[in-house]
């Protein structure tokens, strides 16, 4: 365990003997990822300035990703209400755990690879969320991949709904000639409070630029892998969920982009799309995969 000078926070950090492979995990930030260097090549790094409050850099979505209308929802027969996070859309945002403190179950480590598992276990009833739930996530390290497995247990005895997501922001020296390939032929749209309002079909995904773009743009994934290219690197991120969605965006740090995996989208809770339910004492499952290919 180490500690932040910064911010005073603790944190995890796997690294190998040589240094080209890191990755530093903050308890107290919802088991995000704040740095991954792969095989020498800076992948995600600080956002600073920028406050992890605002970015939501690396945080794990649940139980909802992306924005809720409102905060409200009907679910069964009843109305519900999350705290607002975003005040000047009026909008719940990016769920309930990007900044719980999660615990260490277990660390293991070889010489081709690293992992820790961690967990956090919400025992109480939350504002606009009344189920209790545990969620555990492992962080897998190799000198060419990182993978994310998550899982959710009901521990309420009523079943709850929920989509799932990522937040992370990659590096690139050169976003401006960054490209992203994915197969899609459907995205969002949004109102002007970034409020799901329809989808529109769209081409020219499998090279889609990132040149100077303000982007804040999601779409509906036909095959779960996503490609990312800049001039240092390449790697593909892939997901084993059925619903998938991307969500892109560039936030003001013009040296990272936004790739965020999520199996709903924005007003989920309302919309239905990717929305799912989960039984008291099942669980539900998730991993998503970074593999270095250049």
Not at 6 to 27: C, F, H, M, P, T
Not at 113 to 123: G, I, K, M, R, T
């Amino acid at each position: 365990m180490k500690k932040d000078n910064s911010n005073g926070l603790e944190y995890i950090q796997i690294e190998n003997s040589l240094n080209n492979v890191q990755a530093d995990i903050y308890l107290s930030l919802g088991a995000s990822l704040q740095t991954l260097i792969l095989n020498g090549n800076k992948l995600i790094t600080s956002l600073e300035p920028l406050p992890y409050s605002d970015t939501y850099a690396s945080s794990l979505l649940f139980p909802f990703a992306n924005r809720i209308d409102g905060g409200k929802y009907n679910f069964e027969g009843s109305v519900y209400k999350f705290p607002i996070n975003e005040s000047g859309n009026n909008n719940a945002l990016h769920g309930l755990v990007y900044n719980k403190t999660f615990k260490v179950v277990s660390k293991k480590a070889d010489t081709d690879y690293a992992s820790v598992l961690l967990e956090y276990d919400e025992d109480n009833y939350t504002e606009g969320f009344p189920y209790t739930y545990k969620m555990q996530v492992e962080y897998v390290l190799t000198h060419n991949s990182l993978t994310l497995n998550v899982s959710v247990k009901n521990t309420d005895n009523k079943t709850f709904p929920f989509t799932l997501g990522w937040h992370p922001y990659f590096y690139s020296t050169d976003l401006y000639n960054s490209t992203l390939n994915f197969d899609s032929d459907q995205q969002l749209e949004f109102n002007d409070r970034c409020i799901t309002s329809g989808v529109k079909n769209v081409s020219g995904t499998e090279a889609f630029e990132i040149k100077d773009q303000y982007l804040d743009d999601c779409f509906v994934l036909k095959n779960n892998d996503v490609t990312f290219k800049t001039p240092d690197y390449e790697f593909v991120l892939s997901n084993s969920s059925e619903d998938a969605f991307l969500q892109i965006y560039t936030p003001p740090k013009k040296t990272h982009v936004a790739i965020e995996p999520t199996t709903g989208v924005s007003d989920s809770f309302n919309n239905k799309m990717g929305l799912q339910t989960l039984k008291p004492d099942h669980t539900y499952q998730l991993n998503w995969k970074i593999i270095l290919i250049s």
